[in-house]
Structures are given as C-alpha cells and as structure tokens.
C-alpha cells in the first residue's frame, strides 16, 4: 500500500512540477517510469480522479487564479492551459465554475477548483462503524490547523469556499460543540459541522484516500444517535450532471439521502437532499 502511494505521489509531484506544459497519462507514466495501466489504477484508487481529471481541474485552476491576478489575456491564459482556442477553453471553463472566463475576470474573487494533492503515506487501519463512531470527538480550537489540511483537499466537493471566512465560521461551530472530528496521528480523516435547529449538515468532508470505507456512515450514525435524534436530516451537494462534482453526490445517495429541492447558494446550482429519521443506515 505504501509503495503503491508513493508511485501516486512522485506522479503528482511531476504534474505539479509540469503544470504549464502538455500533460497526460503516457507522458507522466513514461516521466515516472511506471506502467500507464498501473498508474491509472493506483492513481484514481488513491485521488478520487483519474489523471487527466486532475490535471485537468488544477490548470483550470491555476487558469483562474491568472484571470483574477493577471493581466494575461484570455486566449493566452486559454493556451497555457492547454486549450487551442478560447473557445474550447471557455466551453469547459463554464461547466466547471459556472461561469464564463470573462465573467469570473470581471467578479476579481479567485476560488479553486482543485488544490495540489497531498497524500497520506501510510494506511489507516480501520475499525468497523461502531468502533469508528467511537473515535468520533467533538472538534477543538487546536484541531483547526489539521481540519483545514482536509478542507484543502476536499475543496472540490464546495464550490466558492474562501478559506478567512470558512475559518471563521468554522470556529464558531466549534465554540457552539457542533464539529464533529475523526483524526489519525497528525492526520484528519473525516470532519463534520452540523445545525441541531435546521437538522442540517453544513459540512462533511472525508479524505479522499478513505471515501471507499465506512467513515462516512460511521458520521452519519453518530450525528442521528448523539445530536439530531428523532430529526430530518439535509444536505446539498452538486446537482445532476455537474461536471464539476467528483462523487460527492454519489456518497449522498449511498448513505440513503433522497433528491429534495434545487437551490442556487452563493451563486452555485446545488441540490438539497433529506434523509428521515426513520431511515435506516446499514451498519454490516
């Protein structure tokens, strides 16, 4: 498993490293020296996105950091992102961030779509969901530092995030014991802010290399059984068909939340979904 991740990180580092330049699964498998059929497995196992995904949400990334604090213009920022033409780049632009190019240039308020990848390089032994919900604790002021490690990797899954104001908020959840934390080592594995007036679920994050275990019913469970008993519980995520949502949705839907209401929250077409009480979460 070790090795496996550390295949996964000497390829993200070269991706990094070649931003700017053409990018794609033979080049960096042929860079790193790595089987291109081994890496895309061991990749998308370990990130959550096959490379070319990634490589592709972090040069529009940086593409709309440059629109924000450049003077470049669009057909230049289009072709260090690797687009030939302003239009295809402005097309996949605008499914991404809901907006155009020249629109986001003209708001000045860069928000990332994807942050450089971090990995953890040892496993996490995990325990069943009763046992993990034990591990679950209350978040303190000193576990901000750790939580906002995960917020910048799961940054993909909230749109228009800004980390001074999140910060903020986030402390202020914790002051009103309404954050809930999973941690390993120096690690944070799963977060979780709640509202026990609205029955909502404002935040939930679980890192990406564990989305496939039982952490995220392992919260769910403990926010039902300890804080919003005998409660409908709601979340929102990315509607149908975003190409901008890389599983969240899925996750929702697994943990047994039904399609409620679309919304528009901070500018940004999401979905609410509900999960009543009597909704059974399946422990086995």
């Given at each position: ?13 070269y991706?990094?490293?070649h931003?700017s ?148 908020k ?53 926010v ?39 919304l ?21």
């Open positions: 498993m070790v090795y496996k991740v550390m295949n996964v990180i000497t390829a993200i580092d991706i990094e490293d931003l330049e053409k990018l794609d699964l033979d080049i960096v498998a042929n860079a790193v020296h790595y089987s291109k059929y081994h890496l895309h497995r061991t990749f998308t196992a370990s990130v959550g996105l096959t490379i070319h995904d990634y490589i592709q949400r972090r040069k529009l990334t940086e593409a709309a950091k440059l629109l924000v604090f450049s003077n470049k213009p669009i057909i230049e920022i289009a072709l260090i992102a690797g687009y030939e033409s302003q239009q295809a780049f402005t097309s996949i632009f605008k499914a991404m961030y809901k907006k155009s190019p020249n629109q986001y240039r003209k708001e000045q308020e860069f928000y990332p779509l994807q942050l450089r990848f971090v990995l953890k390089k040892a496993s996490i032994c995990l325990e069943n969901i009763l046992e993990l919900q034990k591990q679950i604790k209350l978040a303190t002021l000193s576990d901000v530092p750790l939580w906002m490690n995960l917020v910048r990797l799961v940054i993909d899954g909230f749109p228009n995030l800004h980390e001074e104001e999140y910060i903020n986030l402390k202020k959840c914790i002051a009103e014991k309404r954050a809930l934390i999973l941690k390993c080592d120096n690690t944070v594995i799963g977060s979780m802010v709640f509202s026990k007036e609205t029955g909502s679920i404002d935040f939930f994050g679980i890192h990406p290399q564990y989305r496939n275990s039982e952490i995220a019913q392992a919260f769910l469970k403990k039902m059984d300890d804080f919003l008993l005998d409660t409908t519980i709601s979340i929102t995520t990315f509607r149908e068909g975003d190409k901008a949502d890389t599983g969240h949705r899925e996750m929702v839907k697994k943990l047994g939340f039904a399609e409620a209401e679309l528009t929250e901070f500018g940004y077409p999401t979905q609410k979904f509900v999960l009543s009480s009597e909704k059974v979460i399946n422990t086995n």
